[in-house]
Structure formats: C-alpha cells, structure tokens
C-alpha cells in the first residue's frame, strides 16, 4: 500500500544538472509516469538540506516526525550492573510482534497510519537477529527493537515503547542495546525528537546523533463515488462526523 523513496546516490557530480534538477525529476517519474500503483510514498532527507526538502514539499509531500539515528560512541562498552535488570529480553514470535505493533499504533499520528498501513506481519516478516521486545516480569511488553519505517542505512532500528515511561527501561534499554552491540557492531538506533526521555537516556549511555532526517509522506488523491476526488484529510474527517453530502 505504501512505497519508500530512497535518494539517489551521486557517484560524481553532474555538469549539466543540479542535485536539485535531479531529484525534482525522479520525484516527477516516480509519481506520475512509472508504473508504480501505491496511493501513498514516503520519503526522509536530512534536517539540514533545505534545498532538497523544497522540492520535495513542491511534490506534495507533508511533514509527518524528525527522527533522531544513533550510533554508539564507544565500541568498548560493558553492561551496567550497579542496579539489577527487572526485565526479560524475547526475540520477536507472532504473539509479541502484535502487542509491540500495537503500542507503535498508539503513538503514531493519523496521518502517518493513514499512508503506511503497517500491519503487525509486515514487522514479522522483516525481523532478524536483533529485533524483539522487552517484557516485564509480569509478562507485559514494555518496550521494543523493529524494523525502521524508512531505514537509512544498511540495518537500522526503531525504539518503540509505551506511551507512558516506565523507570525500568532506564536499565533495560541500555543493557539491551550495548549488548546487541556486541554481537553486532554497525546498526544505527532510530527514535523520534520528541522522545526526549529516551534521546537523553541514549545520550547518557555513550550513543550519539549521526545524523536527523524529516520524514515527509504523500497520498494521491483519491476517487470518490467515480466523480468527485477527495484528498486523504477529507475522508478522514468525512469519517468522523459523518458523510454529510
């Protein structure tokens, strides 16, 4: 239902076109000439390449979060046992990858689920050696490590926990990841920039920012009834109150 646009990668510098020439006309045949039939795109470019997020809000792509990626500072780092871990670490099973998928709904924005109609098998079908969840004694998910949405890199993961903090991630989670990292040594952590809860624990424990991108998405209109078209904010509303036509 939902299609990610990477950017392209420059071998060398173009003489005759700009970057920005350039990406304003794969955008151009990505949505309205290739043979692609998603309704909705999304798509991530860096904070800082202002030039780039023009064209593609030009596109009419709309801003959706900022997404913080993280990397760790010091390869040698060891886990924290001052304060004993209450959590239990599960690799990602059909019965868990529900329950995480749920507390990723219960934070997203309508109008992210809206284009990117993830369901909790996509998270099953994508998982690998490093993604699963953090439970509690009591056998409750508090947090988890999934798939990114828009992955940047060749293998990055997506913070998600609860909508309320929960003291025992301040153990878990860095326990969890420094230790992943033992096993694996290049994955980037992806959280949002309002997390700062989160953002401050990774801080805390030796991970740095590599880098900030916007995540931007896009839903073509859609036909409505076989002669009326109606953008996605319409029939959300339409939705909520009622067809009142």
Known sequence: TCWSISEPNFITESISHSRY?????????????????????LISINTNDTQNLSVIRQSGFQPLRILKYWEIEDQNI???????????WEKLNKSNTQEIWRLEQARESINLRSIFDRQWHDIFEKRNTLTGVIKSK?????????????????????????LAWDERLNISIPNRINNLKQTKKNFYLETTSEDNKLNELLKNNKWKVKEERILLGRSIWKRHNGYKFKSLETELLSNLVGNIQ
Request: glycine residues 4%.
């Open 21 to 41: 020439n350039i990406l304003q006309n794969l955008l151009q045949k990505v949505l309205y000439e290739s043979a692609i039939k998603s309704q909705s795109f």
């Open 78 to 88: 060891s886990q924290n046992n001052e304060y004993k871990d209450e959590t239990i």
């Open 138 to 162: 009591e056998n409750n998910i508090i947090a988890g490590l999934i798939p990114s949405v828009c992955p940047q890199y060749n293998l990055s993961l997506e913070i998600i926990r609860g």
